[in-house]
């Protein structure tokens, strides 16, 4: 497992499989953010396998599918709504953990700085410099 810390409470990663949910939760996670089309994995790494192993684990899970096509403002809204604005210790993840990242930038624009969303994202790892102009006002 790849886990990147955002902020205290908000963690990205590549994707997950079911038998990474015992670690998650005994790193502190409370809640598994799917950010991952299920068109993308094979049926052992779908989306209701992790639900189910998350569940069992007393975690809470929710499937928010993103493509970059689909990062449309009501998206990114029940993403933040998912994530950031619960509270929830949250691992969202994707295929690199970059969509994950990228959906909670722009659910924080207009909210944070963006200099704050910019060194959060790549002290995870992650470069946002090239939508850092779309970052400065909330994301409508």
Known sequence: MDIRQ???RYYVSPQIAPDDIPALK????TCI????PDEE????????AIRIAAEAAGMRFANQPLTHQTMVPP???????????????????????????????LGQAGTLPVKDIVEAAAAGGYDLANIRHVLGAPFE
Do not use: F, M, Q
């Open 6 to 8: 955002l902020t205290p």
């Open 26 to 29: 005994e790193a502190g996670i």
């Open 33 to 36: 953010l799917c950010n991952r």
């Open 41 to 48: 994995v094979p049926p052992s790494h779908c989306a209701e």
């Open 75 to 105: 998206v990114i809204a029940k993403n933040r709504a998912l994530g950031v604005e619960s509270e929830d210790v949250v691992l969202a993840y994707c295929a690199s953990g970059t969509r994950s990242t990228i959906a909670w930038a």
